[in-house]
T-cell receptor, first 115, second 115 residues
Framework: ETGVTQSPTHLIKTRGQQVTLRCSSQ?????VSWYQQALGQGPQFIFQ???????GRGNFPPRFSGLQFPNYSSELNVNALELDDSALYLC??????????????FGPGTRLLVL | AQSVTQLDSHVSVSEGTPVLLRCNYS??????LFWYVQHPNKGLQLLLK??????LVKGINGFEAEFKKSETSFHLTKPSAHMSDAAEYFC?????????????FGAGTRLTVKP
């Protein structure tokens, strides 16, 4: 069974640029959630995709957007990067639409630094 | 509104001694509660979860937690710490309707294990 993978592992961007982060979900999982974890804080929910449709969104501005592909892999796109976007971005996959009774499997994350 | 407060940002124990990581929650309804562990450069891993069944929940690696509604607490314990337990631990709350969209992470407790 293949776990959740994310790419790249690290990324440095400058303010105003755009970035795309990628996530491959665990085999057979149809639900992907993205989280932002700022330094010294717990993860915060950005949004979730279930079978290629957005299935919920946290308190993040529209410049945070996403996609889920037919193979259930996913992208997180952030436009007009700001310094405060510097964080560890986590992807988690699960099976079944994001019900809390099911377990989420997290990837190792992408660490983004915005200068 | 639902939230969790992890009462200690850092806990240090000696190998072989008990571990206690404290978590208080706030929720208008009977919540689901979780503990996750995050090792450096690895994804978050679910330790255990409470979803209104038995109040004493046993997890992986010898950890357990007890749901105490009267105290609004969900403390994580382990009888004997091992060096490999050194990591960041997150308490998470999710209220009804039990969807991953509403998972709220605490700020985390860093556990250090001394030889």
């Amino acid at each position: 069974e293949t776990g959740v993978t994310q790419s790249p592992t690290h990324l440095i961007k400058t303010r105003g640029q755009q970035v795309t982060l990628r996530c491959s979900s665990q085999s057979g999982h149809n639900t992907v959630s993205w989280y932002q974890q700022a330094l010294g804080q717990g993860p915060q929910f950005i949004f979730q995709y279930y079978r290629e449709e957005e299935n919920g969104r946290g308190n993040f501005p529209p410049r945070f957007s996403g996609l889920q592909f037919p193979n259930y892999s996913s992208e997180l796109n952030v436009n007009a990067l700001e310094l405060d976007d510097s964080a560890l971005y986590l992807c988690a996959s699960s099976l079944g639409g994001g019900l809390v009774g099911e377990t989420q499997y997290f990837g190792p994350g992408t660490r983004l630094l915005v200068l | 509104a639902q939230s969790v407060t992890q009462l200690d940002s850092h806990v240090s124990v000696s190998e072989g001694t008990p571990v206690l990581l404290r978590c208080n929650y706030s929720s208008s309804y009977s919540p689901s509660l979780f503990w996750y562990v995050q090792h450096p450069n690895k994804g978050l891993q679910l330790l255990l979860k409470y979803t209104s069944a038995a109040t004493l929940v046993k997890g992986i690696n010898g950890f357990e937690a007890e749901f105490k509604k009267s105290e609004t607490s969900f403390h994580l314990t382990k009888p004997s710490a091992h060096m490999s337990d050194a990591a960041e631990y997150f308490c998470v709350v999710s209220p009804p309707p039990y969807n991953n969209n509403d998972m709220r992470f605490g700020a985390g407790t860093r556990l250090t294990v001394k030889p």
